[in-house]
């Protein structure tokens, strides 16, 4: 049995000094013991049994001392230098800051079409570097780039009540659907951390089976707007839209809702109270897309809905054709341990291409909108629809704070009474797009006191 590496080294740290001892004959029984116990050279051995302990000085007073325990390490040069970090940042900033398990096979794919567009111009060894690079060294590269971005959350759904019975519950496990069409549903508030008034929300729909999303803002959780966000994000969907889940808030556990589903043939399901892993697909996206690229602002006027629905237009060409996402492939308890494995990463798009489910006409048209695309142009202009949108939620904040100065200065004692007009709340009722279906008013069977 050989020993270890730690056995061999205390070993040949008890033999060198009855080695340098020992007359000739002794040394070489000494030696050959060692050989046969650490499978060691023999030359090696005797290097080792020679120079462990020696001194050697190196100065006046300064000795080193020869320690067979000790590792060396060996001088290694580095492979990826600047001329690969600078283009790597770039392709990172212009693929939304993405880990390195998805940033590399989307290198890889957009990294030719950008060199053909003469977006980027690498030089040959560089370009040979950057599509053979491993996911664990780019991530490496890009640790202290990736210090720099924090965001913290907040939340504010109220529980719908009404057809909960109704409605059946749909587990995670529930829905393993290789199918597109089945899709999970949320809304995010853009409140800015004051629920009062109203404030602009996000309709955030993902389908399951292939990772494509569709985000739609709205003037508030009134249903009737989630409602018409729905229908439109039904319609830019490449694939008909089969099953839908949502959480059990109000805006969607509604009569309108539920009738129009019915209607449609479309599965309507339910997630359990306060379980948001059961919709995690679309809460692993309400933060990737919807946070990271909006914020926590407040956003409460016309101006910021338009801004908002302009960037979703632009957001829904980026994540869908150009970066990929990772899919759980199977997850395994092992007692207290669970290894979770997931799938190579790819565009939804790819995935839409891959489904034997999807019409070849839906395909060929994405195929064209894609060949369309510029990653590079299409950044651009998120990012300057990202620049105007803080720039009016920046004034709107300021117009805010000003209107509370000038209302605490005419009250008597100084006591804030700001009407919504004076601190820049939108003022007068939504109105009700043409179509939504109404419910008939019940018929009244009494007075109540």
Same mark, same amino acid.
């Given at each position: 049995m050989r020993l270890s590496m730690e056995e061999r080294r205390a070993v040949v740290k008890g033999s060198s000094p009855a080695y340098k001892r020992s007359g000739k004959g002794e040394k070489g029984e000494i030696l050959k013991r060692l050989v046969e116990a650490?499978? *060691?050279?023999?030359? *090696? !051995?005797?290097?080792? %049994?020679?120079?462990?302990?020696?001194?050697?000085?190196?100065?006046?007073?300064?000795?080193?001392?020869?320690?067979?325990?000790?590792?060396?390490?060996?001088a290694r040069s580095a492979t990826y230098g600047p001329e690969v970090l600078d283009p790597l940042k770039q392709l990172w900033q212009v693929l939304d800051f993405i880990s390195g398990k998805r940033l590399v096979p989307a290198i890889r794919e957009v990294l030719p079409v950008l060199e053909g567009r003469g977006d980027i111009s690498l030089a040959p060894a560089v370009r040979e570097k950057l599509l053979r690079i491993s996911p664990a060294t780019a991530d490496r590269l890009l640790k202290k780039e990736k210090r720099r971005y924090a965001l913290k959350r907040l939340g504010l759904t109220k529980p719908g009540t009404l057809l909960k019975r109704q409605?059946?519950?749909?587990?995670?496990?529930?829905?393993?659907?290789?199918?597109?069409?089945? !899709?999970?549903?949320?809304? &995010?508030?853009?409140?800015?951390?004051?629920?009062?008034?109203?404030?602009?929300?996000?309709?955030? %729909?993902?389908?399951?089976?292939?990772?494509?999303?569709?985000?739609?803002?709205?003037?508030?959780?009134?249903? &009737?707007?989630?409602?018409?966000?729905?229908?439109?994000?039904?319609?830019?969907?490449p694939f008909p839209l089969l099953g839908l889940d949502s959480d059990n808030g109000s805006e969607f556990i509604n009569h309108h809702l539920k009738k129009y589903c019915d209607k449609e043939e479309i599965t309507f399901t339910r997630s359990r109270p306060y379980r948001k892993n059961d919709t995690c697909h679309v809460e692993q996206k309400n933060?990737?897309?919807?946070?990271?690229?909006?914020?926590?602002?407040?956003?409460?006027?016309?101006?910021?809905?338009?801004l908002l629905n302009t960037l979703y237009q632009l957001l829904r060409l980026y994540t869908n054709f150009f970066l990929p996402t990772m899919k759980l492939k199977e997850k395994v308890r092992d007692g207290a341990k669970v290894t979770r494995r997931y799938g190579a990463p790819v565009t939804p798009y790819r995935r839409v291409l891959a489904s034997p489910e999807?019409?070849?006409?839906?395909?060929?048209?994405?195929?064209?909108?894609?060949?369309?695309?510029?990653?590079?142009?299409?950044?651009?202009?998120?990012?300057?629809?990202?620049?105007?949108?803080?720039?009016?939620?920046d004034k709107r904040a300021a117009r805010k704070k000003r209107g509370r100065r000038a209302v605490e200065s005419a009250a008597p004692g100084g006591k804030a009474t700001a009407s919504k007009? !004076?601190?820049?709340?939108?003022?007068?009722a939504w109105k009700t797009p043409s179509g939504f279906p109404t419910l008939p008013t019940a018929p009244t069977t009494g007075t109540r006191t």
């Open positions: 650490t499978g *060691y050279n023999r030359r *090696y !051995a005797a290097m080792l %049994l020679r120079n462990h302990g020696r001194k050697v000085e190196v100065g006046r007073g300064k000795f080193l001392v020869g320690d067979v325990r000790a590792k060396a390490r060996r409605i059946p519950i749909r587990t995670f496990s529930d829905w393993d659907e290789a199918k597109p069409g089945f !899709a999970e549903v949320d809304l &995010v508030c853009h409140e800015g951390g004051d629920p009062s008034g109203d404030f602009c929300c996000t309709m955030d %729909l993902v389908d399951v089976a292939t990772g494509w999303s569709e985000q739609v803002a709205v003037r508030n959780k009134a249903e &009737v707007w989630v409602f018409e966000a729905i229908q439109e994000a039904r319609q830019r969907l933060w990737s897309i919807v946070r990271r690229f909006v914020g926590y602002s407040r956003y409460d006027t016309e101006k910021h809905l338009e999807v019409a070849e006409e839906a395909k060929e048209a994405l195929r064209q909108i894609h060949t369309s695309l510029s990653l590079v142009q299409l950044h651009r202009e998120i990012l300057e629809i990202q620049a105007e949108l803080m720039r009016e939620a007009e !004076a601190i820049g709340f939108p003022t007068g």
